[in-house]
């Protein structure tokens, strides 16, 4: 890239009224995808986040760790077991989830944001009691649905200057630690917020008309035409749940969920930084 | 226990003074022995340190988790190997040590406190640069020596109304993670937040003139008489990192440093709230 | 009072959950009768109180002060005159009450409580407007009936971290000063400061079925039921006073009123530290 | 007085200059003699301290209430002794003492400030630990020197808004209660609230160089001259207590003592909000 | 003036109620007129000012310029045009207008209440967006009607302290600017800012009855009069937009509007702090 | 400017390091020359304010206006006349001055800069007593020297969320107001305020070895060099009294002073945000 400072200064300057837009405002990520496995993608993310911090956006990063609990469970000969595409998760299992999730994914991702200068924290969903859940299914073990979300614990990170990362392990009534879907956290999370916007990371372009054409992607969808998009077949397999997640952090109240390629690096801040903004927008 | 409302309410009366005098001192609890694996004690601490912060105590709990570690390593095939009681940490060991610490013990700590109504967050040296360390040697691996502490994360987290709980790993400079020693930890925290006191939960009474006799037990320790006790052949074996990290404390300016048995029940409340106290006290 | 340490650690553990469920809550007592003559008595409430504040309860404590009114009266000559159980208040007997009560009573709790260790200031109904009366009869002279009820003073106090005691005498409308119902008057800051509970401490058990046989005491009556006990002859006598200033309390939004036995020690902590309580709850 | 709507306005503007030095500032004012006794004085002084709050000056009114004492004593059959000025008070004498201080004439005057609009809160030295003293001789009984002045209840009241009003009764170590020097407690007060300037109301014109002749008043003493004073007889007999109150004020960092005649009507604002002053200053 | 200093410890005293019933409110002054260009009107006007921040009232100084505009453009050669009384406003006069009223009148109103001792700020409607409008007529040029008023800044300057002084242009939607109605602005800014009165400094009595005889003032008039007086040819020529611009104020919610004679030295203070007042009051 | 978003991106992620840099410091901008005047430069210089501000820097303007203050006074037929540099100011001429700076230059800024999205308000020397100064010689009239700086009302406006911008008059002791060096008053005012750095826009490259090659630019200057520089004829003509103001700034504590070409598009920025940064530095 070889841009004069010139260009540079103006490139900045054109960031002005997105940066204005957003200030104050509150975004959650859902990190996700190749973005978390790839290491040039992972320090893009991170200077994204920093970035945003900076420029007076309160950041939350919600992630998952699917690649990493499967590598742990294989590692003590455990084999992973899925039902309609949920991990069937027994006790052992819950426990290797959670030590995966909230302690290596979670504390690595503390440690490379720290790295970049912004001042994080990583909680789980156990923290000051984050988030409440019940046994999805007798089938599934400890697999949960959320019922509670208390947000209070991540707000004082994000006004005392920390940028919050979270792991969506659950509580329960009696103790039990439950698995919940990290895209659903992350909506919930970022209805209770306030958000003004949700981000899934994903490893397609966004929703495409004809899935096997990325010049077909769909980039603004109106949620109220999501059941015709299902009907006609255009919503399918994997995007089904991401759809869902936006739906129900739309339907509870936030104003836009996005749905972009985390392949490409800096996406975050392409789709908040520039008109035309990247993938698929639900409003 | 069969004791009358009336002499209950005496029993609090009595408490009194030692109330009075803690309010709005900061108390560093390190964690460990016995009292973190029989589930009676575990309830025990628990509840004693719910009832220190609502009697206005600022309570940091430090905790380790070896038995847990060398549990999961057993799991993945590795083998525990120990040089002068330091773990010998290789690259996949550290991870298994993070994941342990802040992803299983760290956690579930925060789970139980939070039953006994206690709000409290999981933290480790990772969260906030809390921590920072260098290699110790190179025989060890990724055995750590602190280098810096930064407790304002773990001072926020109070100034909320949060008990914080933290895990003793800490980060390098180039990104790599520490495994470092939970009690001298625990001693640098309370020494940078000036902590009134600090108290190392042990499975032995305290410090014996006879190690064989329990009612040897010295109570009182001036740090200066230290060396002596020690050519004198009183502290040795496993005390001996117990009594470095107490001087250490002391020597950084914590009040006093007490080393008490956790397989009395409430040996803390016991320790805080009579005169005569419990175990062994270092000033 | 033989209690081992570990007991006693066991009965403050035991408190905790009373301690949570009224920490920065508001609780008014009415102090009087034997309890505020016996000095035994006398040191068992102030230390519950000062308990209670250091857990975090704003305490409000209203008293009255009868034998020393009547007794100053009787040194200066004038005989004490009572119409329905109310004092006739010439011109020189309400300075003589004024006095007594916001001199000496009240003065004297302070003193005692700070040597306690608590924090507290001596107010009455003149001090910042607190309570606003008029004449309530011809006959009684300066014998008032509350008109109005500004607690800012009485908040700033706990605020500051003070426990505010508080002489029942009331202002007029002309710069006269009036004597008023100590019960009442704390029913009335009660439900102005919101309060979780009042207590009123009398030289009775409680109500009994059989005013003789302090084993019929009625544990718990709802306030809608006081007509009918008052029919059926169980509220008489010096108890109606008591019940009705507990019905104004409730009515006027205070969750609980309780009439307890002062003369019990320790009675105020028994009520609010065990399950069954002590005296008859009104709701 | 006949003065125009127009020159009212002047006078405001006039008092302009002197309103700007003491916003902010801490005045103490002692009140007494005839300024207390002379409802027309009274009405007037608490007119002038109601106006110094509302420019934004802390006023602190100290009062004693010698012949209110007398009075009480009389009635109860006590007479009153006096060995060098000071009354010998025995233990029926200091509750009568505590009584009519803090309980009649402290509240009877918040009650009048009230009625002026003016929020105030009556305290004694026992309110807060405000006051502490030790026996003075033995002789006198329960006659304390002050030994230790904690001024953070009078802070509080002014922060909040209040007048504070002041009776000077002091606590001692063991719970006894003792009369202090109504002048030294104010000297006392003023110096540990760092104020502007402390003002005597009494009943002579101020420091007369011929006691005889009012005209012969002395506007301006400087400290270092009262011993020369002392020697030329100028500062003698009732007096002496006077100046020594304000050489200890002055010593203890208070800006300016004054001596102010107390039986001028609206003496305390011809001091503060003219050039010339009225009566004598000490700096 | 010769008034004793006891006299004038009595005006002060008969102040007192005016001042506590306007503390902490606020008073929107309209200047203009002869009291802008007299030096002892303005230094009468000044004082007044600070005199009514000092008690406690948030006082906003809106003011015109009509003659210096009219000066600086004859210095330019150009004639000062008027239709309807409202100046034809070219793009060379809104330069002149803006420089005159925001640089010099402004600023130097800005000095003046400063050497009072009144800190102070000048701004227009330009800062912080204060004042929108729009072109009022074609044939008038940069005339504006003003369409948006945001008075953050103007509560930001009294919280911190400063007495702001306003001038009257008003910004466009494209970047112009506009000559605004001073009386009309003060008007709005009084009722934005729930100010308590305005009061508009005229060189007229107030409303008479009969335009000759200043006996024939009206003291009092309902706004719901106005049209009546109107019909009666009462209110005419120059006090048309007078009494509008109060109509204005109170019915957009500000308690009382008052046309009072500039002319008159600290016609201000005698109207806030008189029972009579001055001129004539809309309500 | 063909750059695409992934570019832009990237642009704004190398921007992250300056950005931490710079957060919560104060930065004081002088601004003059071409940039002032040139309506695509004026439309950079704001845009590059907004963002230094959105980024969390305090910027403080700073602004002569030499060309429009002779312009006003060729209107009203004055010629303008200067002494070594400085404009001889009469009275009429000093009126002049502080109409154009303070009511002209500045309040168009002010509007300008909101059309950007900045909040921001114009204020002079004059407001809040910010500039204090004194005659510099008989012969030069109203020009004037810094003797006070009060930059309160800056710190006001900042705190806020404002950005001041400054116009150069300030008050004398009497009254008057005084034209005084922008330059200097830039650099008195970020000392005062302890800036991190003071920029000069100029219209040159910055301080050039051969002043008729811009490649002999001196990028870095510390100012113990200054004289030796001075001696060897490189600070001459213009440029003596810009470095003065840098070695000024320098000297009273300003971290470091740069001169550079406001003639470049988004030189702040490229100064603000680049490594190699723009014109001359002095340190």
Not at 4 to 19: E, F, G, M, T
Not at 134 to 143: A, F, I, N, Q, T
Request: hydrophobic share 40%.
């Amino acid at each position: 890239m070889d841009i004069s400072n010139s260009d540079r200064a103006k490139v900045l300057v054109q960031a002005l009224p997105y940066i204005q837009k957003y200030a104050g405002k509150t975004i959650v990520v859902k990190y996700g995808g190749n973005a978390m496995v790839n290491n040039d993608l992972k320090d893009a993310v991170m200077s994204d986040i920093v970035l945003m911090q900076l420029v007076g956006i309160n950041v939350v990063l919600v992630h998952g760790g699917g690649p990493e609990i499967s590598g742990m469970l294989k590692k003590i000969g455990k084999e992973s077991r899925f039902v309609d595409g949920l991990r069937v998760t027994d006790g052992e299992t819950i426990e290797v989830v959670q030590m995966v999730l909230a302690g290596k994914v979670n504390k690595d991702l503390v440690q490379l944001l720290e790295s970049y200068g912004g001042r994080s924290v990583g909680l789980c969903g156990l923290d000051g009691g984050m988030l409440k859940a019940e046994k999805l299914s007798d089938d599934l073990g400890y697999v949960g649905e959320i019922t509670k979300v208390n947000t209070e614990i991540i707000s004082n990170a994000t006004s005392n200057g920390y940028i919050p990362i979270i792991a969506t392990v659950a509580g329960g009534e009696n103790g039990e630690v439950f698995n919940v879907n990290a895209d659903i956290a992350a909506a919930r999370i970022a209805a209770e917020m306030g958000a003004e916007k949700i981000i899934l990371m994903t490893d397609i372009r966004g929703l495409l008309r004809d899935k096997d054409d990325e010049d077909t992607i769909i980039p603004v969808v109106n949620v109220s035409d999501v059941p015709k998009l299902q009907n006609q077949g255009i919503i399918t397999g994997g995007m089904i749940p991401k759809i869902d997640c936006c739906v129900e952090a739309v339907r509870r109240g936030v104003g836009r969920a996005h749905i972009i390629d985390g392949r490409i690096p800096h996406s975050i801040l392409i789709e908040m930084f520039s008109d035309e903004g990247i993938g698929t927008m639900l409003y």
